[in-house]
C-alpha cells in the first residue's frame, strides 16, 4: 500500500472518578489522517486545516509519533502524512491524540500493520509528551482502540478494554481557552485518603456499572470530590451547565479531559439531544460561544475512511 | 419458623488496591449462628464457644445487629442467639462480621425475610460499628452476599457483586493480634494524588479483570503502594510469606483486612494447595505460631445451615 487515509476520532478523557485512567472514543468529530509512503526518508508533515499547527516534524505531535514509529521499524522509507483536522486544538477532547493516533495507524498500514495496538498506543504518546509535556494515554488508547478504555498503566503500556451498553456523549465546547498548565497547576498533590477512598469506590463501581450495563450505578458513580472541585473554576459556568444536562435527563457527566469542553451521558441518541438543547439554553445566556456534539460512544477507534 | 441456624462465612476485604471498599467471601472457616424466636422481648445471646466475647446483648456484635433488626421491623417479639464461632475474634478475616451477618440472617428467616440484603448490610454494619468504632461493609456485605462485592458507598448502602472467574483463596493467619487502633494509626491521612491515581487504576483494573475472567491481569492489578507499605510493618514476615505464594505460582495477595492474616489468590485449588505448603515452609522458620486454610471463592454469602 502506498497511500492511505484514517479518522481518528475525538476522546474525552479524565472521565469524572476516572482522572489520568479512563477515556472513551465518540464518533465525531474527527481528523483525517492521510499516510503517503515516500522515497525520501523521515517525515514530512502538510496541514489542509486552518488551525496553523507546526509542520516542522520534530515540533508536531503526529511527526514525533511516526518517527517514533520508524525508528522502531527501522524502515527504509520515509512517510508523507497530511491533516485535515476537524478537532480544535485546545478543545479538551484529544485533538492532539486525534492527530498522533490517526498518523500511527495510517503509517502502520503502510507497514502491513507490523505493529499491534499497545505500540502504537506507545508511539502516540510522544505526541502527548511534545503537545503537553508528559506521556499519558488516556486520550490515545481509547482513540487507537475504540469504546471505553481503562489505562492500567504506561510504562509499559497496559490498557484494558471494557464492555459497556448503549451510551451517548453530548459534548459542549465553550470557545475558550485553558491552558493545561494552569488545569494541572491547580490540583493538590497530596488528597485525603478518605477522599482517594470514595473515588476509587466510585471508579469501581463506575467500571462495574459499564460491564453489567447498569445505567443507574453508571450514574451514582459519576462522582469527583478530587479534580472537579479544583478544576470547575476554570470553566465559566460549567456548575449551570452540568445542572442543566442533568434536569434533562443525562446520567451524569462533567469534565472532558482538562476542559474547557464538558460531557453528559445518556441512554439514548434522542436524550443526548434533549440534554445538548438544554445545556446550550443554558450556555447561550453566558455571551460565551460554544459548539456542541452529540454522538454514539463507539466501540472502534481510529480507522481508514 | 421458630428456630433458624446459620452458617456465615469468613471474609477477606481491604483487597489490595481495593481497600476500604472491596471483599470477598470464602467457603470456610464460618461461624454458625442460630436465631430461636422468644415470647420474651429483646435480644439474648448465649456462646457455644471458647472465645469468652460477651454476652451482653449491647456489648456483643450479634447483639446490636439483631436489635437493630428488631427495632426497625417493630417486632412484637425477642430472639435468643445461640453463636458457635469458628472465625477467631482478631484475625483479619472478618470475624466480627460473620457473627453480626450471621444473626442478622437467621433473624432474617424468622421475620419471613422481610428485608432485602442492603438492610441487613445496615443492620451488620452497626456489630462493625461496637467492634471497630467504625460503620464499614467490606466485610459484611461480601458475607451476606457471597463472591465479591463492591462497597461504592454505605450511606447509603450501595453495594455490587461482581462477576469472577473461578478463584481460590489460601489464607495465613498467624497468632498474633495487630490492634484495629493501631492498623488505622499507621495510615497516612494525606497521600500522594498520583499515588491515588495508581490506586484507583488498579482497582479499575482488577475489576476488569474479574469482570473477564483475565487472570493476568486480575494479577497485575494486586498493586498496593499506599496501604500495604504502611501496615506490613505490623505483620512479622509479611514481605516472605507474600514472596513465598508468589513464588509458588499464586495469582498475587497481600493483607486480609487490617491483619494480621494474610491471603493469596490463585487459579485452581490445586495450586492454593501448593501456595499453602510454601507458605506454611516460610512461615514456620519464624517461630510464630499460625493456621492456614484453602478455600474457593463462593458465590453465596450466609446462609441456612
Same mark, same amino acid.
Not at 518517527?67 to 524502515?75: I, K, N, V
Not at 459534548?171 to 497530596?190: G, S, Y
Given at each position: 500500500? $502506498?497511500?492511505?487515509?484514517?479518522?481518528?476520532p475525538?476522546t474525552v478523557s479524565?472521565?469524572?472518578?476516572?482522572?489520568?485512567?479512563l477515556g472513551f472514543a *465518540?464518533?465525531?468529530?474527527?481528523? +483525517?489522517?492521510?499516510?503517503?509512503?515516500?522515497?525520501?526518508?523521515?517525515?514530512?508533515?502538510?496541514?489542509?486545516?486552518? #488551525?496553523?499547527?507546526?509542520? @516542522?516534524?520534530?515540533?508536531?505531535?503526529?511527526?514525533?509519533?511516526?518517527?517514533?514509529?520508524?525508528?522502531?521499524?527501522?524502515?527504509? #522509507?520515509?512517510?508523507? *502524512?497530511?491533516?485535515? =483536522?476537524?478537532? =480544535?486544538?485546545?478543545?479538551?477532547?484529544g485533538?492532539?491524540g486525534?492527530?498522533?493516533?490517526?498518523?500511527?495507524?495510517?503509517?502502520?498500514? /503502510?507497514?502491513?500493520?507490523?505493529?499491534?495496538?499497545? =505500540?502504537?498506543?506507545?508511539?502516540?504518546?510522544? %505526541?502527548?509528551? /511534545? !503537545?503537553? &509535556?508528559?506521556?499519558?494515554?488516556d486520550n490515545v488508547a481509547p482513540c487507537i482502540l475504540g469504546g471505553f478504555v481503562?489505562?492500567?498503566? *504506561?510504562?509499559?503500556?497496559?490498557v484494558?478494554?471494557?464492555?459497556?451498553?448503549?451510551?451517548?456523549?453530548?459534548?459542549?465546547?465553550?470557545?475558550?481557552?485553558?491552558?493545561? !498548565?494552569?488545569?494541572? !497547576?491547580?490540583?493538590?498533590?497530596?488528597?485525603?485518603?478518605?477522599?482517594?477512598?470514595?473515588?476509587?469506590?466510585?471508579?469501581?463501581?463506575?467500571?462495574?456499572?459499564?460491564?453489567? %450495563?447498569?445505567?443507574?450505578?453508571?450514574?451514582?458513580? /459519576?462522582? @469527583?470530590?478530587?479534580?472537579?472541585?479544583?478544576?470547575? &473554576?476554570?470553566?465559566?459556568?460549567?456548575?449551570?451547565? =452540568?445542572?442543566?444536562?442533568?434536569? !434533562?435527563?443525562?446520567?451524569?457527566?462533567?469534565?472532558?479531559?482538562?476542559?474547557?469542553?464538558?460531557?453528559?451521558?445518556? $441512554?439514548?441518541? +434522542?436524550?443526548?439531544?434533549?440534554?445538548?438543547?438544554?445545556?446550550? +439554553?443554558?450556555?447561550?445566556?453566558?455571551?460565551?460561544?460554544?459548539?456542541?456534539?452529540?454522538?454514539?460512544?463507539?466501540?472502534?477507534g481510529?480507522?481508514?475512511?
Amino acid at each position: 500500500m $502506498k497511500e492511505v487515509t484514517v479518522r481518528a476520532p475525538a476522546t474525552v478523557s479524565n472521565v469524572v472518578c476516572g482522572f489520568d485512567c479512563l477515556g472513551f472514543a *465518540i464518533d465525531g468529530p474527527f481528523d +483525517e489522517v492521510t499516510a503517503r509512503r515516500s522515497d525520501r526518508s523521515g517525515v514530512s508533515i502538510t496541514h489542509e486545516d486552518g #488551525f496553523g499547527l507546526p509542520t @516542522d516534524p520534530e515540533k508536531n505531535v503526529a511527526g514525533v509519533a511516526v518517527a517514533a514509529l520508524l525508528a522502531e521499524a527501522q524502515a527504509d #522509507f520515509g512517510i508523507e *502524512i497530511i491533516i485535515e =483536522k476537524a478537532i =480544535k486544538p485546545g478543545s479538551g477532547i484529544g485533538s492532539s491524540g486525534a492527530s498522533s493516533c490517526g498518523a500511527v495507524v495510517a503509517a502502520n498500514w /503502510l507497514l502491513e500493520e507490523q505493529f499491534p495496538p499497545e =505500540k502504537l498506543i506507545e508511539f502516540a504518546m510522544e %505526541g502527548e509528551r /511534545l !503537545a503537553s &509535556g508528559s506521556r499519558h494515554a488516556d486520550n490515545v488508547a481509547p482513540c487507537i482502540l475504540g469504546g471505553f478504555v481503562l489505562v492500567r498503566s *504506561i510504562d509499559p503500556v497496559d490498557v484494558v478494554r471494557l464492555d459497556f451498553p448503549p451510551l451517548f456523549a453530548t459534548v459542549i465546547h465553550p470557545q475558550i481557552e485553558v491552558r493545561t !498548565a494552569e488545569a494541572r !497547576a491547580v490540583l493538590p498533590e497530596l488528597v485525603p485518603l478518605a477522599s482517594a477512598v470514595r473515588n476509587w469506590s466510585n471508579l469501581g463501581a463506575f467500571i462495574a456499572g459499564l460491564e453489567h %450495563g447498569d445505567y443507574d450505578l453508571i450514574g451514582r458513580s /459519576l462522582v @469527583d470530590e478530587i479534580v472537579e472541585p479544583a478544576r470547575r &473554576g476554570l470553566i465559566p459556568h460549567f456548575e449551570e451547565a =452540568k445542572a442543566a444536562g442533568i434536569s !434533562a435527563g443525562a446520567i451524569g457527566g462533567g469534565i472532558s479531559g482538562s476542559g474547557p469542553s464538558m460531557f453528559m451521558l445518556s $441512554k439514548t441518541r +434522542e436524550r443526548a439531544e434533549i440534554v445538548r438543547a438544554a445545556i446550550g +439554553e443554558a450556555y447561550e445566556t453566558t455571551g460565551i460561544a460554544f459548539n456542541t456534539y452529540v454522538s454514539e460512544i463507539v466501540g472502534h477507534g481510529a480507522s481508514l475512511r
